[in-house]
């Protein structure tokens, strides 16, 4: 089969397109012929030598997937050859078949098309274990997310709004506000001209922040929160170190959490799926949510599409095609 592979950190270009050895299932996974694979930044960052893969996970590329069911292993029962499917994988993603546990395996759901489905499970899977499961947004509470125009920003505006939730959104330019504005938002503020703690102080402060920004976001995240307010990180595109006064966090009560899904235990991702099955995928199939694909390109384009994302340009999700 075709895939992705690299043999050193360092520039797109260091992707290429080579033959290598059809995967087969263990005992507990499928293997998917896969339609389409999303593009994440965590990808990026493991091609630069910055993010290394577990040392239990496929070395490939490619955190999610959707496709078609093309083998299953000897203890897997719910799944049957052929059935569409989308899925987190360990790695590997970028290739034509990948293998994947079992657990991180989810229905294909309805209302979007089978392609549309490979952006889903990352980002999908982040927001719901950070701003549902851990932060316990609730409908008529407000969600501060940085970042409107990203993946993980596009998918955490819809799925707050479908849960009743108010949603306060950032962005580094008219275009990609507008994007956010158009998606649900009630709010996008431009971070490259105006102070975001403040305004969203003005507007009554949030409950719960999603940020992958830190850095230098980190003090008006504490001071815009409200009373007993919930921050989650889950990157830092702004750095990972900032002067930070603490004093908020004891005198409103507020709770500082961060996560990452590639080192959660095969179980906790089985449950993070099914609790996305059971929650998003009615959202999907009522139209109130749908991931935005802004570009796609061929399997052999990997490093165009890196490239794509390294440029900070895109609005949604890019995904490749073997």
Known sequence: MRAITMTQPGGPDVLVCAQVPMPEPAANEVVIKVVAAGINRPDVLQRLGLYPAPADANPGLGLEVSGHIHACGSNVTGWQVGDPVCALTHGGGYAQFVRVDAGSVMTAPDGISLRDAAALPETVLTVWQNVFAKACLKSGETLLVHGAASGIGSTAIQMAKAQGATVIATARSEEKCAFGAKLGAD???????????????????????????????????????????????????????????????????????????????????????????????????????????????????????????ESGTFMGKLLLLP
Request: aromatic content about 6%.
């Open 187 to 309: 709010l996008v503020i431009n971070t490259e001209r105006k102070d975001f703690a403040s305004i969203v102080g003005e507007a009554g402060g949030a409950d719960v922040v999603l940020d992958m920004m830190a850095g230098t976001f980190m003090a008006g995240n504490l001071a815009c929160l409200k009373a007993r307010g919930r921050l989650a990180l889950i990157a830092f595109n702004a750095g990972h170190e900032a002067p930070v006064n603490f004093i908020p966090v004891l005198q409103k009560h507020l709770t500082i959490m961060g996560s990452t899904l590639r080192p959660l235990l095969l179980d906790e991702k089985a449950a993070l799926c099914d609790a996305v099955q059971a929650h998003v995928w009615p959202w999907i199939a009522a139209g109130t949510f749908a991931p935005v694909i802004d570009q796609t390109f061929a399997l052999e384009d990997a490093a165009k599409g890196h490239q794509s994302m």
